[in-house]
């Protein structure tokens, strides 16, 4: 297995360097740049031609390529053009704010979902199905900024019980303030994660219930509950113990809109900001970050398949 | 090279064009710091006793993409600044000069130098005293051009100079005679100090170290980059002691967000949009429309519509106040616009051609132009909900008339980069808008041939000697006769077709008095946020 993940981490270099090329290139193409984003009528062209030249706008696309990879690969992110602020140390920042908000949303929804998901299965075609499936259905279908705006006019505004904006009130850096700013946002973030885990948990299991072994087992007169709980659920969480993997890139980029909307510090915003105006390192060192999640996520999913079910094997072929 | 510039559509030119207020003054105490401290969940936080009700929190949509006043040319960037630092005087919207740290100004007769006392005893925010050469250090650092922010200190290939005659008295020398920069130079730049910046060698960056020691009446006590700026009071503060002791900016980006946000009073104050008033109705808030001196026009890409009889044409056959209405809602939201200055602007002229509509006429120069059944194409940006309405009307109006006009909707900053092509680009039409402050010589970037804003790709040399002209000219009724003729002359010329002045419109909860003693003015909000109390 050792093996396995050396060969696979070593194919992430390659991997990587793609996908910065090709994001280098499609803002290369984009009609205006960071100076055309920060600049004002008032300006006279020596002054904009002096931005463009100090940011290297000017060189040609491989040597703006090449200088932002030698920085990279000194552990040197840059700087945002737009403000000149270190990425690292703005990164530094927002990502356990990121992360704070996606983690506990994430694993709610994904226990709600193994909950409601083998209920349903177990109720299949009954009243209590159709609820969850219903609701399932109605979650996938609502965008996530429709449901905040829908909190931030209940809770926020009609019942006045929580706050709108950011993750503390200003000065206070109580953690009783900072659930109250976390509840509406995440409420959101799990609605907008559950559906698709709990449609993917529900139907495995109800195809679970179909193969033969169940068959077997009632039987033997094994309960319900008992097939459930010693068979069917272990057949279903194996491959949801592999999504965790693949989900890990969402605790950088999970909530773009939800930071947005709450006004929440996190990486999505500030990601989305950048995109906006066209601040490349900034985009780059976001895309690098969730990329190298992305490729670890699926290894790591990979490998726990591995862990949980045996009769995988890694790097083989199967006999 | 043609460079390209680019400017959002209208947020554009916040900049230094306008003439502000300023107030200042100094202090001691605490320089502020950047905390960056994580909102680590512990528990139980130093809350910094905050009984809301001594705080003024304004929502603002950004972080300032600068707080160095050296540089700085945002809305949100010069909004702080104007908060910490203080120029040497403002020019009120009527064109009138307000001194601020500046006892006298007093301009030589030759329009070559000008004198500036300062007035006495004023303190910077660490108790030091203002000297001249914390100005002449300002002004000096700002003319260099690598800072990124000289333009205005420049006339021609030359830099003003500052000089300083004695502990409170500077002159500035000027390289040639500039009406312009002579109603300028005292307006804009906001003074840092040398004894704590003195030994900085490049003011290019975004941020000072430490981040803000200045003469206005807040002090910058804490600043959590993405959720807001915290300001305090500055008790050397050289005019009248703050009404209210603290000013939070907070950062929401999402428009929604901050109104639901000034429903409930999370936020005192936000600058709404039209179609957001009604929803104000049942919550405790005032709304304050004013006007920003922005012009939102139709501009027309010269050597596209090369015959002026068919630009004409397309002008006649429209209903300003129509289109307006459309996108603007209400006549309290804009005021009509004629003329490349907005009617705020003092060298405003209505004395032009507005083209009141008149089909028939319009019909009659496309006859005579031989352009019947002409096809124009109409570049606006695509994700601007005001835009998109003047757009269809547009095409409604102008297809009465016999023209057609096909829309196109794209990202806004591309919008520009594709007109400044010129005689190549895909747009003949286009929608913008701009604020370019009260000095006329300011709209020279926009018409004159070849500069930098010219948009248009206009030439007529006789506006750019008009232009010339009203430079160098030190007699107000001249210049203003000048001015004149130059904007009846960009009339005929029917590159521009000016549609409104549509106003900037503040919610404020009604828990905050003083707003008048404020002063709303455009880019900083507030003249002086020190007027300001709670009720």
Redesign the interface.
Known sequence: MLAFAARRLAQIVPMLLLVTVAVFLAIQI???DVV????????????????RD?YGLDDPIAVQYLRWLGQVLQGDLGYSL????SIA??LA??L??TV?LVLPAYVTALLLAIGLGLLAAARHQKLSDRLIDAANAFGLAMPPFWFA?LL??LF??YL?WF????????????????LRHLVMPYLVLTAAFYPELARYVRSSAITQLGEDYVTVQRAFGATEPEIFRRHVSRNVLLPVVTQIGVALPMLVTGAVITE????W?GVG??FL?AARAMDYPVILAVLLLSATLVMLGNLLADILYVVVDPRVRLGQVAP | MT??????VTA??????VPLLLAACSQNTTTPTET???????????????TGGA?F?Y?IS??P??LNPINT??RWGLTVTNLVYSPLARVETDGTMVNELAESITPSDDGLSVVVKLKPGILWSDGEPLTADDVVFTYTNKAV??N?????LWIGDAPITATAVDDLTVRFDLPSPSAAALSNIAVETYIIPQHIYGSVTDF????LDPLAVGTGPYKLV?Y?????L?FEANENYYGDPPGIPNI?L?????A??AK??L??G??DAYFVTPNQIADLAAAPVDVYPYAEGRVAYLGVVEPKVPDVRVRQALFFSLNRTDIDLAAFLDPQYFQEAYSILPPSNPYATTDLEKYDQDVDKAKALLAEAGAEGVKLVLGYAGNDTLQQAEAALIQSQAAAAGITIELSGV?G??L???IEKGADSQFDLFLGG?I?GLDPD?YS??FKTGA??NYFSYSNPATDTLFEQGAIELDNAQRKAIYADLQAQIADDAVFYALADNLKILGINQRIGGVDQARLIPIYTFENFAKLTIK
Do not use: C
Not at chain 1, 82 to 85: D, I, L, Q, V
């Open positions: 984009a009609p205006y055309d984003s920060i600049t004002t009528p008032q300006m006279s062209a020596e002054t904009i031609a002096m931005w100090r737009a403000s000149r602020h140390a703005d920042q927002r356990p704010n704070l705006l931030i006019y926020g505004y006045n706050p709108i904006i950011g993750m503390h009130a200003v000065g206070d850096r109580g953690l009783g303030d900072l947005t909307i709450f006004s510090p915003s500030y900001q | 460079t390209k510039f680019r400017r959002t554009a030119g916040a900049l230094l064009a960056s401290a994580l909102p680590a969940p512990t528990t139980s936080a130093p809350a910094s006793a905050e705080t929190t929502a950004g972080d993409s600068s040319g945002d051009k690598a990124g922010n000289a333009d205005l290019s960056g975004a941020e804490e959590q980059r993405g959720e807001y915290k939070v907070r950062i929401v980006s999402n929604d967000t639901a946000a429903q409930t999370e936020v990202d900053t591309a520009y980069d594709e701009y370019m300011a970037l926009l930098s804003a």
